[in-house]
T-cell receptor, first 115, second 113 residues
């Protein structure tokens, strides 16, 4: 079956504009994660969704960032009033959370460039 | 926040050589994982470790979950050019029930044919 799909693969936007990034997780995966990867850095956790539970938003860097997951499947990460420091690769991952742990499967990311 | 210290930051080796990289933390982890990322792609899982002391192999790759649950290493034997990429360690804190992973900063591996 298909893996995690993210769109767009690349996005260039002007400072101050809003952007939406989309993630289609693997079918049947109950957990969905957003991470951010800045140039030469590791992955920084942003937000986590699991079923109907309240999302874990502890990693969102500011109130300009928000995310939603509709119908327990597709997720959208929204960045309002983008800043140059928002430039990064935004990675989505999903997993089937069963028992103590199930490994994350990542999409290829959206490369965001804010000019 | 919690951090994973991954080293070395980068390696440039000759094809055929063995490679070793490791991650340490001051926190205890339930799970350690090693991922590889190729340019323009997302990280791909290489090895997952679930128990302290566990030693697991995947082809030429071997990884271990430290007995203190605060560290892990990854070895690659007889490196080949396609081993080039960025290797990340990642861990799930023992206090976490969400599956959320904390990632190291990555080790960039270059292999000279």
């Amino acid at each position: 079956g298909a893996g995690v799909s993210q769109s767009p693969s690349n996005k260039v936007t002007e400072k101050g504009k809003d952007v939406e990034l989309r993630c289609d997780p693997i079918s049947g995966h109950t957990a969905l994660y957003w991470y951010r990867q800045s140039l030469g850095q590791g992955l920084e956790f942003l937000i986590y969704f699991q079923g109907n539970s309240a999302p874990d938003k502890s990693g969102l860097p500011s109130d300009r960032f928000s995310a939603e997951r509709t119908g327990g499947s597709v997720s959208t990460l929204t960045i309002q009033r983008t800043q140059q420091e928002d430039s990064a690769v935004y990675l989505c991952a999903s997993s089937y959370l069963k028992g103590s742990y199930s490994p994350l499967h990542f999409g290829n990311g959206t490369r965001l460039t804010v000019t | 926040g919690q951090q994973l210290n991954q080293s070395p930051q980068s390696m440039f080796i000759q094809e055929g050589e063995d490679v070793s990289m490791n991650c340490t933390s001051s926190s205890i982890f339930n799970t350690w994982l090693w991922y590889k990322q190729d340019p323009g792609e997302g990280p791909v899982l290489l090895i997952a470790l679930y128990k302290a002391g566990e030693l697991t192999s995947n082809g030429r790759l071997t990884a271990q979950f430290g007995i203190t649950r605060k560290d892990s290493f990854l070895n690659i034997s007889a490196s080949i050019p396609s081993d080039v990429g960025i290797y990340f360690c990642a861990g799930q804190l023992y206090t976490s029930n969400t599956g959320k992973l904390i990632f190291g900063q990555g080790t960039t591996l270059q292999v000279k044919p």
